[in-house]
Structures are given as structure tokens and as C-alpha cells.
């Protein structure tokens, strides 16, 4: 009897030593980790169950309709996956509802990010196909895939954006071909607006940025260099909140060739970040 009194006294001596912010500190990785471990089931389960909807569904539209459907599949599910990742989106202007959007790239999260906010089509690299997880999501959305070290294979990516253009749609373009960490735009190859030339179609552009309270934008939210995707998107979903904020230039059609037009959208953007 005694033995138990004197480790519940040694119990209640440790618990004191314990400082009021030693306990909030533990409070809080515990939340912390409960909350990663959450999103990555929601994550991982609702996609699943997306991509089996996606599956399902899509071949009952008809041909035409198909690509719309597709974009707002990802459209839902970007909403989705943007409120339970704990992105806190912003605008500043609007968003196109058909034509081309140029973009920077920093991170996959842009593609969450902008496609939560209007059903859009993107253009994206070969090698997004093969990834885990979000490869399957792109191609579910009807991702229009280019292989930037075959030049032979631009027209017929331009012929599929110029198609996906005039029906409609909004395509979203990354021209700088790859992501960065953030502290500049890089320079946009300007192969893929010819589809823009040809077809005298309105383009807008966008800024995207992100914030972070507890960790660093281009180490932790900006995917580049050599990063591992898996371990990248396991440590974001311990972030408590992302916020991004993205700012929209007006659609207009623009002058020039292909060249022109690509620095012109470069400076805008880069304006728009400072």
C-alpha cells in the first residue's frame, strides 16, 4: 500500500515540475500530430473515393462535355482538399472564366489552389503523370501533358490547348517549365502561348504567394530542386495554416508574337509579387 502512495506522490512530483508552458507545449504537438495524422487519412480517403467517382461518372457525358466534367472533378475536389490541408486562399481580382492563365509555379499546392477557385484545365510536365497520388489526380482531371525535352512534341500540345481553349475552358499554364523557391519568377518559355497567337484568345495572369507562421515558404511549401514528394506533403500537413494569396491581372488580348507576350505576362506577374 504504501509502494502505490509513493509512486502516485512521485507522479504528482513530476506533473508540478512541469512548467504551465511545458504543458502547452506538450498540449500542443499532441494537437499538432493528431491534426497531420487526420488530414492524411481525409486526404488519402476522399481522394480515393474521388477517383472512383471520376471513373464511374465520366464516361456517361457525353465527348464534348467530358473535359468540363473532368475540371470540375478536380474543381471539387481542390475545395475540399484546400479547407482540410488548412490553405487559407485570398484573391485580389478575378479569376477568368474562360481563356488563358499564366501563372508562376512554386509548389503542386498551386494547382489546388487555383483550380479551388474556378474549374480550370492545366498544362503540366510529363513526369506529373507518373507521381504518386497526384499523378492519378491529374490525369483523372484530363491534365494536358508536355515533354519539354522533345521539341517535336509542342504542336501537337498546342493543337490540344488550342482545342481545349475554344471550347471553353480556362487553361492554366506554368510557362517558367518548373517550380522555384519563390524569390523570382524564372524566365517563361514561350512555346505553348502559341496556341494563344494563333487563336487571338483573351489571357490573363496570376501571382501566386504563399505565407507561413511556423516554418519556412521555400523549404516547406515551395516543391523544387531535389525534394522527395511524399516526405514534403507528409510535413504540410502538419502545418497548422497556409495562406496564399493570388492576384489576377485583367484578360485581355494581347499584341505581338509569342516572345513578346511571354516577357509581357513575366513583368506583369512580377509587378504583381512586389
Known sequence: MSEVICRASAAADADQFLSPSHRDGLQSLITTMFLGIWRAFAVTFFSLCALVENAVTIPFFAPAQRLHARAAWLH???????????????????????????????????????????PCVFVAKRDVAGWPFFGW???????????????????????????????????????????????????????????????????????????????SVADEVCYWRDMTLVPHLLNLFFKREIRSSCSFSPLRIRTGNRKEIARELREEIMWMRS
Open 76 to 118: 471539387r475536389w481542390s475545395r475540399f482538399a484546400s479547407r482540410v490541408i488548412g490553405i487559407r486562399i485570398t484573391t485580389r481580382g478575378a479569376m477568368p472564366s474562360s481563356g488563358l492563365l499564366v501563372s508562376n509555379h512554386l509548389s503542386y499546392l498551386d494547382v489546388i489552389v487555383l483550380s479551388s477557385i474556378r
Open 137 to 215: 489526380l491529374a490525369r483523372a482531371a484530363g491534365t494536358i501533358f508536355v515533354d519539354r525535352e522533345n521539341r517535336l512534341s509542342s504542336p501537337a500540345v498546342v493543337d490540344l490547348v488550342r482545342a481545349t481553349l475554344a471550347g471553353g475552358s480556362v487553361v492554366v499554364l506554368f510557362p517558367e517549365g518548373t517550380s522555384s523557391d519563390g524569390s523570382t519568377v524564372l524566365p517563361f518559355k514561350s512555346a505553348l502561348l502559341e496556341s494563344a497567337v494563333q487563336l487571338r484568345c483573351p489571357v490573363a495572369s496570376v501571382s501566386i504567394q504563399y505565407a507561413l507562421d511556423d516554418g
